[in-house]
């Protein structure tokens, strides 16, 4: 079946620091979301994403679809302690009306 | 709008009790979906409802697993009899569209079966 694959696994970074993650797949997918899990919370949406080549901006975060709609990267500019947490990608599948997940980033931040 | 309700947050129950989780989706949306969250298997979707009815539960575990959406606002699940392995994360997620495919979800019920 579809899957999507994250990586890096885990990130350490300091305060301050730029954050690139990305997901990919080996099928197509027509929509791209991301989202992002506090420890104990549920996952919020950040980011979602609907063309091919579109590019996004959520205040500090920037995710891009990719042109083969195969893959898609979220960007985290001058990072701070509370963006810590699990980030994850997630697509409707095809010929499903199932969420597939990403399998995850997870984000630690030192000050 | 108030997001995703779940109650209870937190759950501790002896192997064998009866659980029963519920949901509270956002106004409006006409999909509901349950999740189990494991550090082993991640999230997984166990079943989801349109419009109050079941549309596909088939990543329901086994037969002790129940869900039920007897009106738009309330959803339940339930574990009869509950086992040491059915411990997680439980999830409720809404949306009004499955073409967008943007779900909501509620903060979880962390359940432990000892």
């Known amino acids: 079946g579809q899957q999507l694959n994250q990586s890096p696994q885990s990130m350490f970074i300091q305060e301050g620091e730029d954050v690139s993650m990305n997901c990919t797949s080996s099928?197509?997918?027509?929509?791209w979301l991301w989202y992002k899990q506090d420890p104990g919370e549920g996952p919020v949406l950040l980011i979602a994403?609907?063309?091919?080549?579109e590019l996004t901006s959520n205040g500090r975060l920037t995710a891009q679809f990719g042109i083969t709609r195969k893959d898609s990267f979220l960007n985290i500019s001058a990072s701070i302690p509370s963006d810590v947490g699990i980030y994850f990608c997630?697509?409707?599948?095809?010929?499903?009306?199932?969420?597939?997940f990403g399998t995850g980033t997870r984000l630690q931040v030192f000050p | 709008d108030a997001g995703v309700i779940q109650s209870p947050r937190h759950e501790v129950t002896e192997m064998g009790q009866e659980v029963t989780l519920r949901c509270k989706p956002i106004?409006?949306?006409?999909?509901l979906f349950w999740y189990r969250q494991t550090m082993m298997r991640g999230l997984e979707l166990l079943i989801y409802?349109?419009?109050?009815?079941?549309?596909?539960d088939s990543g329901m575990p086994e037969d002790r697993f129940s869900a039920k959406m007897p009106n738009a606002s309330f959803s339940t699940l339930k574990i009869q009899p509950s086992e040491p392995r059915d411990s997680a994360v439980y999830f409720c997620?809404?949306?009004?569209?499955?073409?967008?495919?943007?779900?909501?979800f509620g903060p979880g019920t962390r359940l432990t079966v000892t």
């Open positions: 997620a809404s949306t009004p569209s499955l073409i967008l495919g943007e779900q909501y």
């Open positions: 099928s197509i997918f027509n929509t």
């Open positions: 994403l609907y063309k091919a080549g």
């Open positions: 997630a697509g409707p599948g095809r010929n499903t009306d199932k969420l597939i």
């Open positions: 106004s409006g949306h006409d999909y």
């Open positions: 409802f349109n419009n109050n009815v079941p549309i596909d």
